[in-house]
């Protein structure tokens, strides 16, 4: 069974403060992983997508890949209470046609 | 921008009956799928559409389900007879290639059985 695990949270942090979100993932065949925002009610909002290892930057987001430690983390910097949301980890997994696993989400706070 | 776009927004059915949830993908897209979401559940995968024809669908996605393209900017899943645990949100989502791509997805259709 092909998992993705995140922190459910909320992770609360205040505003201009880093957010660090962290994502572990089960199969060492996994070739891509993407970083989705869904606010409530809404479909997820593509933010970020990472296939090497490394950090890959992107204005105020970060997103970093280690496939050995099958761990993946979005950084967002100056958090703003707009980034309030629940933030989605998705992993396509080996094999599979752009078919996504996806995390549970972990609920972000940015408080004033 | 170029986005997925569903309809309708919210669809509320009767136990039993058939429902068409309705897409349109981003045009030069060529693989497109479904995913709902159960409420305070994962977003989860339900199946995967190239070419004309199912390349992956997963357990939920069982004879009570179908796809279809029928025509060349649509892209349907149709719920045969509805139970109560169908009630979910359902996205459409649209990629360029099938790995190592993004996908993109609609607003989401709101069904509701009752």
């Known amino acids: 069974q092909k998992e993705v695990e995140q922190n459910s949270g909320p992770l609360s942090v205040p505003e201009g403060a880093i957010a660090s979100l962290n994502c572990t993932y089960s199969d060492r065949g996994s070739q891509s992983f993407f970083w989705y925002r869904q606010y409530s009610g809404k479909s997820p909002e593509l933010i970020m997508f990472?296939?090497?290892?490394g950090d890959k930057e992107d204005g105020r987001f970060t997103a970093q890949l280690n496939k050995a430690s099958q761990y993946v983390s979005l950084l967002i910097r100056d958090s703003q209470p707009s980034d309030s949301a629940t933030y989605l980890c998705?992993?396509?997994?080996?094999?599979?046609?752009?078919?996504?696993?996806f995390g549970a989400g972990t609920r972000l706070a940015v408080h004033p | 921008e170029p986005e997925v776009t569903q309809t309708p927004s919210h669809q509320v059915t009767q136990m039993g009956q058939e429902v068409i949830l309705r897409c349109v993908p981003i045009?030069?897209?060529?693989?497109f799928y479904w995913y709902r979401q159960i409420l305070g559940q994962k977003v989860e995968f339900l199946v995967s559409f190239y070419n004309n024809e199912i390349s992956e669908k997963s357990e939920i996605f069982d004879d009570q389900f179908s796809v279809e393209r029928p025509d060349g900017s649509n892209f349907t899943l149709k719920i045969r007879s509805t139970k109560l645990e169908d009630s979910a949100m359902y996205f459409c989502?649209?990629?360029?290639?099938?790995?190592?791509?993004?996908?993109?997805f609609g607003q989401g259709t709101r069904l509701t059985v009752v």
């Open positions: 989502a649209s990629s360029q290639q099938a790995m190592n791509t993004e996908a993109f």
């Open positions: 990472i296939y090497s290892n």
């Open positions: 045009s030069n897209h060529l693989y």
């Open positions: 998705a992993v396509g997994f080996s094999g599979g046609y752009n078919k996504l696993i």
